[in-house]
Every structure is written in C-alpha cells, then in structure tokens.
C-alpha cells in the first residue's frame, strides 16, 4: 500500500471528499475511464520507447540482428513498420532454416552473400518502403565453374532473393499486426480500469481527476491535509 493510501486510510475524514479509482461508483469510472482513454497519455514516450525495443527483439529472433527499425502506427495510410541495415547471412542461418538451406547451397557453390535492406526515408515506413539489395561475389571465374553450378547458380541466387524479400514483408506484417495489438490493448476498458485502480489518483465524486499521482506537490498538500485530519 503506498504512503498516500496508508495517510487516507488514517484519516477520520477525506479532505474536500476525494477518492481513490477503486472507490467510485461505477457511473463515475465509466467517466474516468473515457477521460482517461482520451487524455493522450495511454501510449507515451516510454510506451513507444518498450514498443521498439520489442520490435527490435523479434527481429534478432528472426535473424535480422543488426537493422535498425522504424514504424508509425496510427491508422493512417503509409502507417506500418519497416527496417533498415545490414543483414548477415550468419544470422540468418543461425535463426531461420530456410534461409540456413538456401545459403548453404550458395556458399557450395562458392558464393559470398552480402545483404542490405534499403529505402528508409523521412516519411513513410512500412511493408513496401523496404528494398532488399542481395550481393553474390563467386570465388571462382565463371568459365571455371562446372556447367551445372553455370545452369543451377542464377536460379539459386533468384530464389534466395525471392524468399529474403517475401519474408521481410511477412516479418513487417506481423511486427505491424503485434504493434497495433499492444496499442489497442492500452486503450482497453479493463486495461484502463487496472491501471487506475492501481494508481495514486484522487477524483472527485463524478470521477473528474482531481490529482495525479504524479503531481507532488498537490500530493504533498493532501498529505498535510490528512496529517491534520487524522490529528
């Protein structure tokens, strides 16, 4: 219990009849609640912050270890996510299988893999605005490879790139998908109620917010109040 609730719980009276979350009628946290929802503080910096850092996770799973991610999710058009960078076919290999199978063939065949994903701009980033670039480098002259390698070479190297791009836009698929969940699930009614109830917020009767949790110095003014009180 936290210090605020422990000086309320002392007090013989609340001071101008403040209340906890917790403590309202359900009318009036129904309103504070839609306040809530609407007060522009359910996904902030910090929330944004933990949202790509999560993206940046899922993409080391997938391989994708040193991109760098950017995203705009708002629902509106050019919204999405996308990743920029590097891309290490040691890492690939090491995290996805299929792409473990279709470089091995390559390097057999005496290719070095040099990978880059490109397009990042100040504007949009999403699914589309990512251009896989893909490198092949043989260590071998082209007149000294066997004539098979000479047949089967480019049509490796085309379905290494095939997959690599439609996984990139399948991986920004999924990271968009996943982002707006976490988003809608802050702006949820049983999301918000937990959230206040586990708040140092003080509200009014009709549940108007009369102070937040971290506005210390109007915290401060209550503790006296109840010190007062409970004298």
């Known amino acids: 219990m936290s210090e605020l609730r422990q000086k309320y719980k002392l007090a013989r009276k609340r001071p101008k009849g403040l209340r906890f979350f917790d403590e309202l009628s ?6 504070a609640i839609e306040n809530e ?16 850092e999560d993206f940046q996770n899922q993409l080391a799973e997938k391989g994708f270890d040193s991109v760098k991610v950017f995203w705009s999710l708002g629902f509106c058009q ?14 690939l290999k090491a995290k996805d299988p299929e792409a473990n199978k279709l470089t091995e063939r390559l390097e057999k065949a005496g290719d070095e893999i040099s990978i880059e994903i490109t397009g990042a701009n100040n504007w949009y980033h999403h699914r589309n605005s990512m251009t896989v670039e893909i490198d092949f480098e043989n260590e071998n002259e082209e007149e000294d490879l066997p004539a098979r390698l000479k047949i089967a070479l480019p049509a490796l190297r085309e379905e290494f790139e095939n997959y690599l791009s439609e996984k990139v836009i399948e991986i920004s698929t999924e990271l968009e998908k ?7 699930y802050r702006y949820q009614d049983e999301t918000i109620s937990q959230d206040l109830s586990e708040s ?9 917010q009369a102070m937040s949790e971290f506005e210390s110095w ?14």
Do not use: H, M
């Open 26 to 31: 359900v009318e009036a946290k129904e309103s």
């Open 37 to 52: 929802r609407s007060s522009g503080r359910r996904f902030d910096e910090d929330d944004a912050t933990f949202l790509t």
């Open 78 to 91: 050019g919204d999405g996510v996308a990743f920029y960078g590097r891309v290490y076919a040691d890492d």
């Open 178 to 184: 996943s982002g707006y969940a976490e988003i809608d």
């Open 200 to 208: 140092d917020n003080l509200y009014e009767k009709d549940g108007t």
């Open 218 to 231: 109007r915290k401060e003014q209550v503790l006296n109040s109840l010190f007062a009180v409970a004298a």
